[in-house]
């Protein structure tokens, strides 16, 4: 088992923004590692006798998966916490709950709506708090396709991601992540529905020391004209299942199909963080054909959470 350092140990981890480029560095080389020694069947009990209480707000695979098999592969233990249960759902706060869970857990992870509501959390823990999604971000996502992306492209340097659609959580974490590794990341929505301009310019302030360019536009085709990464997303995203309908129209033209696809380098992969509105915003064609490694990042998930986890916790 590799040893970790423990510079990490004790931060929250809500924002790629938060961290430098050596740290997000060493999260994918860690998840690297965790990876390979699974595979070799060496065990890494990195977070033996810890646990990790998990509070979902909203629906989960990918997340609640990746952290609760993770936890038990590094020795620990991980409980899932439903707002159906526990007292938050009957309008206990999070400040009392942040203080409660920090004197039984070495770590909380929690997907919620609001951005805020993390931020609280961590404000009134004393153990790291770890964002599993929020309507702002999606930072574990995003360390998850950078391992991928390393993988199949042999690194991210001056790597040109194209990301089409909505600009959500997961455009949001892509400039953070893209400003930090040197990887160019352009996004294309309608619009109204472009990313956030105030996470695009923190994103801009720090791609300064990379070099990475980070640029929005309106056009599929010109965003996706040579990318070695095409990534798309849902169009409505938990919480907008209202506004589901009138968005499909808005953005029929940025699904991701193979005409689509014929623009980008001819070594390009496809990713989705899924779950995939099949035949929406992805074609099957795409998401089944031999560009698409969607599986393969969906399995670095696993990697990348427990790298977080036995560097923050
Ligand atoms: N990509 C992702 O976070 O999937 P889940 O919603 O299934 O966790
Ligand atoms: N943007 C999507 C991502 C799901 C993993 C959502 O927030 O629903």
Same mark, same amino acid.
């Given at each position: 088992?590799?040893?970790?350092?423990?510079?990490?140990?004790?931060?929250?981890?809500?924002?790629?923004?938060?961290?430098?480029?050596?740290?997000?560095?060493?999260?994918?080389?860690?998840?690297?590692?965790? $990876?390979?020694?699974?595979?070799?069947?060496?065990?890494?009990?990195? +977070?033996?006798?810890?646990?990790?209480?998990?509070?979902?707000? $909203?629906?989960?695979?990918?997340?609640?998966?990746?952290?609760?098999?993770?936890?038990?592969?590094?020795?620990?233990?991980?409980?899932?916490?439903?707002?159906?249960?526990?007292?938050?759902?009957?309008?206990?706060?999070?400040?009392?709950?942040?203080?409660?869970?920090?004197?039984?857990?070495?770590?909380?992870?929690?997907?919620?709506?609001?951005?805020?509501?993390?931020?609280?959390?961590?404000?009134?823990?004393?153990?790291?708090?770890?964002?599993?999604?929020?309507?702002?971000?999606?930072?574990?996502?995003?360390?998850?396709?950078?391992?991928?992306?390393?993988?199949?492209?042999?690194?991210?340097?001056?790597?040109?991601?194209?990301?089409?659609?909505?600009?959500?959580?997961?455009?949001?974490? +892509?400039?953070?992540?893209?400003? $930090?590794?040197?990887?160019?990341?352009?996004?294309?929505?309608?619009?109204?529905?472009?990313?956030? /301009?105030?996470?695009?310019?923190?994103?801009?302030?720090?791609?300064?020391?990379?070099?990475?360019?980070?640029?929005?536009?309106?056009? /599929?085709?010109?965003?996706?004209?040579?990318?070695?990464?095409?990534?798309?997303?849902?169009?409505?995203?938990?919480?907008?299942?209202?506004?589901?309908?009138?968005?499909?129209?808005?953005?029929?033209?940025?699904?991701?199909?193979?005409?689509?696809?014929?623009?980008?380098?001819?070594?390009?992969?496809?990713?989705?963080?899924?779950?995939?509105?099949?035949?929406?915003?992805?074609?099957?064609?795409?998401?089944?054909?031999?560009?698409?490694?969607?599986?393969?990042?969906?399995?670095?998930?696993?990697?990348?959470?427990?790298?977080?986890?036995?560097?923050?916790?």
């Amino acid at each position: 088992m590799q040893e970790l350092n423990n510079t990490l140990r004790g931060r929250d981890f809500i924002s790629i923004h938060d961290f430098t480029i050596e740290e997000i560095d060493y999260m994918l080389e860690t998840g690297a590692i965790l $990876k390979k020694e699974l595979k070799s069947g060496i065990p890494h009990p990195h +977070l033996a006798g810890k646990t990790l209480g998990m509070i979902f707000q $909203k629906s989960s695979t990918r997340t609640r998966v990746a952290f609760e098999v993770g936890m038990y592969q590094l020795g620990g233990h991980a409980l899932f916490l439903s707002p159906r249960d526990i007292q938050i759902g009957r309008g206990e706060t999070i400040k009392d709950t942040a203080q409660v869970l920090s004197r039984m857990v070495n770590g909380i992870m929690i997907r919620t709506f609001a951005h805020e509501e993390v931020l609280e959390l961590a404000r009134w823990s004393d153990v790291p708090v770890i964002n599993g999604l929020t309507d702002l971000l999606h930072p574990t996502q995003v360390i998850g396709d950078m391992i991928t992306i390393r993988e199949h492209q042999g690194g991210l340097k001056g790597i040109k991601l194209a990301f089409v659609g909505d600009g959500n959580n997961v455009a949001h974490s +892509l400039l953070f992540g893209g400003a $930090k590794v040197g990887m160019d990341v352009v996004i294309a929505s309608p619009k109204g529905f472009e990313p956030d /301009p105030v996470i695009l310019e923190k994103a801009r302030q720090d791609a300064k020391q990379t070099g990475a360019k980070l640029w929005v536009v309106e056009d /599929p085709a010109e965003a996706i004209a040579g990318a070695d990464v095409v990534y798309t997303d849902v169009w409505a995203s938990m919480g907008e299942e209202a506004q589901a309908d009138t968005k499909e129209k808005q953005f029929l033209k940025y699904q991701v199909n193979s005409k689509l696809m014929s623009l980008a380098h001819r070594n390009a992969i496809v990713l989705h963080c899924l779950p995939a509105k099949r035949g929406k915003e992805i074609t099957d064609e795409v998401m089944d054909g031999p560009q698409s490694v969607v599986f393969d990042e969906a399995e670095n998930r696993l990697h990348a959470h427990k790298a977080i986890m036995a560097l923050v916790m």
